[in-house]
Every structure is written in structure tokens, then in C-alpha cells.
């Protein structure tokens, strides 16, 4: 059974880069067909779905954050990261990662909150 | 960008009764509608993908219909493990976008 587990530093300051890394157990990110996706949620907010990779290279992301944020996948550690730039306080939020196939989403990671603040 | 909105926002149910969620496009997204379920501390899970395909594990008491623009996801009776918040998907269209939730709580 393919689980997930996102890492990464809870607080962020203004205008650096938010990190997060998101570990697969029981499951190869190089497995065919699968996209490898990070949604968020604002406290008392709804989800968004940043985008996806794949360990191919294929990439998507919302039109919104494409400016600043890139989702890679590392085969050599079956894992996939998140990084987003310039963060400001709207950034603040419970950032999930999750396996799909560019259309749904499961399994998903437990989330980690990521908090932007000086 | 599609718009999902889901209805009601909060629904107070007592175990047994029988809950119908509402989920509503602005635009039509075909049947590429999933829902999915979030209790407290635990992971979002899909529960329906093609607006009514359960997913792996989800029990009977659990339907999702619709097409288009409406859609609806029903618990025939529900049990004590099923208060959660639930969001419906759309995948019509990228970006992929959810709806609000709904949150069935006990009554």
C-alpha cells in the first residue's frame, strides 16, 4: 500500500523559498501513469492543487503560482518536491502531497503545515 | 477557471439518517466529477471518481450521480465514521478545482 509523507520546515520567512519534500513508501515514483501532485488549504479555505510531475519530466501547474513554484521528482530517493518563491502570508497554509493521475488524487500525505511569517 | 460549489456548507445529521450532498459546476464538467472524504487528522480519501465510481474500499452506503452540472453524493444511512468534510473535483478542466466542502457533523 503506497504511502506518503510530506517534511519540510513549518515556518518560512517573507520572500524566501518554501521547500517541502514529499517521501513515497510502499510504491516506486517511477511507476508508470502516475503523476506526483502538491494541494494546499488556507486555514478556514478550500483546496487548491498546485500541479503535478511525473518522473518523466512532464510538469503542470496552477496558472496562478506558475511563476513560482516547481514540482521535481527524485528517483534516486522515491521522492517528489515542492519549492515556492518569493512566499508571502497568503502562502500560509496546510500543504498536502498526493499521487494521481492528473485527474484524481489518491492516496494522499497526512499534510504539513507551512506557516509564512518574519 | 471552473467553479465548484457545494451545499449545504454544514449539515447536522443523527446516525442512521439517510445525507445528500449537493456539488455544482459553473460550467459543465462532463462526468469528470470526484469526491472525496476528510475526517480530523487523517488524509483527504477518494470516494467516487466519474462522478459515480467508488473507489477501492468505500462501502455501499456511499452513491455518487450526476453529469453536467449537478452533482450529488448520498449516505444511505449514515454511520458514526462518516462525519467528515467532503469535497467534490472536477478534473474537466485544468486547473483542477474543488469545492468548499460540506461538513456533516453530528446532530
Known amino acids: 500500500q503506497v504511502q506518503l509523507q510530506e517534511s519540510g520546515p513549518g515556518l518560512v520567512k517573507p520572500s524566501e523559498t518554501l521547500s517541502l519534500t514529499c517521501t513515497v513508501s510502499g510504491g516506486s515514483v517511477s511507476s508508470g501513469g502516475f503523476y506526483w501532485s502538491w494541494i494546499r488549504q488556507p486555514a478556514g479555505k478550500g483546496l487548491e492543487w498546485i500541479g503535478y510531475a511525473s518522473y518523466s519530466g512532464t510538469t503542470n501547474y496552477i496558472p496562478s503560482l506558475k511563476s513560482r513554484v516547481t514540482i521535481s521528482v527524485d528517483t534516486s530517493k522515491n521522492q517528489f518536491s515542492l519549492r515556492l518563491s518569493s512566499v508571502t502570508a497568503a502562502d500560509t497554509a496546510m500543504y498536502y502531497c498526493a499521487r494521481g493521475n492528473s485527474r484524481i488524487l489518491s492516496p494522499w500525505g497526512q499534510g504539513t503545515l507551512v506557516t509564512v511569517s518574519s | 477557471e471552473i467553479v465548484m460549489t457545494q451545499s449545504p456548507a454544514t449539515l447536522s445529521v443523527s446516525p442512521g439518517e439517510r445525507v445528500t450532498l449537493s456539488c455544482r459546476a459553473s460550467q459543465s464538467v462532463s462526468s469528470n466529477l470526484a469526491w472525496y472524504q476528510h475526517k480530523r487528522g487523517q488524509p483527504p480519501r477518494l470516494l467516487f471518481y466519474?462522478?459515480?465510481t467508488r473507489a477501492a474500499g468505500v462501502p455501499a452506503r456511499f452513491s455518487g450521480s450526476g453529469s453536467g452540472t449537478e452533482f450529488t453524493l448520498t449516505i444511505s444511512s449514515l454511520q458514526s465514521e462518516d462525519f467528515a468534510v467532503y469535497y467534490c473535483?472536477?478534473?474537466?478542466?485544468?486547473?483542477?478545482?474543488f469545492g468548499q466542502g460540506t461538513k456533516v457533523e453530528i446532530k
Open positions: 466519474g462522478a459515480s
Open positions: 473535483q472536477q478534473y474537466n478542466n485544468w486547473p483542477r478545482t
